[in-house]
């Protein structure tokens, strides 16, 4: 949702309302997840993807009737379906999808606030039965929504569920609620403003990271180099993750390639909750180095935590390829999915 935030700005200046489509459920194979989203504007463009293609032209279609009758609905597409081949939802899955109208109001400013803000956010939405339509907007410091009435209620239900899943339908007395987490973007830092940081910030903001360099050097860490760097930080590495606190979404990538700044990166990523670290450098470095972190006290188990040589074997040679590796890498070990590093026989990494 933070991605469509300004494209949905744009359309809500001009024109009273939009439709917002999200995929409620799937089943079988299907290109979307749940809790995926669309937003489709009043002369029948649109922006994000319910289904990577296969049903959008039939979801803009009502989504436009939902912008004439204001009226939200639930629509439904499966291979069993006659309409499912006319959509082109060949791939075997079923998706449900909730479309409903959307409008500049009180809630829709108050999940835009704490989007911009990078904040965790919940919305829910009401599915059916009487009070079919009704929405909350529930955070860690307001709740907000839709009708007064019913912020209790919904406010215990999010913060039940709060951190089982990014998008979960739940039961709510005789009612299905949809239940969709936005938490703050995940965060990469970096130690070392190298060369090989320049497509590393391009390619994780494509992944949607906030990227914060940092490097003790006031020459290499500088705005000229790293114009789309979200921060820079001329700090000693220790000291900037004392204060940048990694937690368990925070990739921390230390590229410096020098003893004096890897070593005091390392330690104090490996005294936070970083749930990825990864070191440039040989296997032979990566290996003297982990010798020395466990001279400084570090158990076997903590050093297990540093990827090094880093990245994915792909036979990177370029910055892009390595810093390709380094990210497919890191997604890997955010998504639990087994990875296997296979150290470069030059040593590269």
């Not at 835009?112 to 990078?118: D, V």
């Not at 907000?144 to 009435?149: D, I, K, Q, V």
């Not at 239900?157 to 987490?181: H, K, T």
């Not at 994780?204 to 820079?232: C, N």
Request: charged fraction near 20%; charge should be negative.
């Amino acid at each position: 949702m933070r991605e469509l935030l300004p494209v949905l700005d744009g359309w809500l200046m001009s024109s009273p309302r939009v439709a917002l489509a999200t995929v409620i459920s799937t089943w079988g194979s299907t290109p979307r997840p749940a809790g995926s989203h669309m937003i489709v504007n009043r002369d029948g463009s649109f922006a994000g993807s319910v289904s990577g293609g296969c049903v959008e032209g039939a979801v803009v279609e009502a989504g436009l009737q939902v912008i004439r009758d204001e009226v939200p609905r639930m629509l439904q597409y499966g291979v069993a379906d006659e309409t499912a081949w006319e959509v082109g939802l060949a791939c075997g899955g079923e998706i449900r999808v909730w479309l409903e109208p959307l409008e500049r109001d009180d809630l829709l400013d108050t999940l835009r606030e704490h989007l911009l803000a990078n904040e965790d956010v919940t919305i829910l939405t009401v599915l059916d039965g009487p009070r079919m339509g009704e929405r909350a907007v529930v955070t860690t410091f307001v709740s907000e929504t839709s009708t007064p009435e019913v912020e209790s209620d919904l406010r215990d239900l999010a913060n039940a569920v709060r951190g089982r899943a990014l998008a979960q339908l739940c039961a709510m007395g005789d009612s299905s609620v949809f239940v969709r987490n936005y938490p703050p973007p995940r965060r990469l830092i970096i130690i070392g403003a190298v060369h090989i940081a320049t497509p590393l910030v391009t390619l994780a903001h494509t992944l949607g990271y906030i990227v914060t360099i940092v490097d003790a050097r006031s020459a290499f860490a500088t705005r000229e180099r790293f114009p789309d760097a979200d921060a820079l930080l001329v700090a000693w590495p220790d000291d900037a993750l004392a204060k940048l606190r990694p937690d368990t979404s925070t990739a921390v990538v230390v590229l410096t390639h020098d003893a004096k700044f890897d070593e005091p990166a390392i330690a104090g990523a490996l005294r936070s909750d970083a749930g990825y670290i990864g070191a440039i450098g040989s296997l032979a470095t990566a290996t003297d180095r982990a010798r020395r972190l466990r001279t400084r006290g570090f158990s076997s188990d903590d050093v297990d935590r540093v990827h090094s040589p880093i990245g994915l074997d792909l036979g990177s040679v370029t910055p892009e390829e390595i810093a390709l590796s380094i990210l497919a890498e890191i997604v890997g070990t955010h998504r639990s999915n087994p990875v296997t590093v296979t150290a470069h026989a030059d040593g590269a990494l």
